[in-house]
Every structure is written in structure tokens, then in C-alpha cells.
């Protein structure tokens, strides 16, 4: 099973320079530390070339599921 298919990006058909790729690449890269009970969330962003636009987008997500505690509720 993989855990973040619902993630992936098809690639278009008519792309030549993704042909050989089954998805497309993402600009951003989210990296999860390992994490146990009670610890706190931690992880690393890697955003690459126009993704650096995002940040804000990001920082808005991530300072919501620390308010949220990461709960889906609000």
C-alpha cells in the first residue's frame, strides 16, 4: 500500500519531458521525523524552485495544525 497515493500527480499526456515518469515530480518535499507518543511534531520542508512562492501557504498550514493540535476538528 502506498501511504501517500492520493498525493501523486499523473503526468499529462502529451508531456515529452516526463514520458518515461509514471507521476509527476512535486516542488516540495516533506520529510517526518520519527515521532512517539507525546513528542513533538517535527519535520523538514524542502520547497524547490517556484515552490518558494508557497511558503506562506505552508507556514499559514502549519501554524492551523499547531493551533488544531492536529485534530481534524475545529
Sequence with gaps: MRLFAGFETPVPEKSELLRHCTTAP???ILEPQELLLGDVLEFGLTL????????????LVFEELGRSGGNSEP
Design 26 to 28: 512535486h516542488l516540495f
Design 48 to 59: 524547490i524552485g517556484r515552490a518558494i512562492d508557497l511558503l506562506p501557504w505552508f507556514l
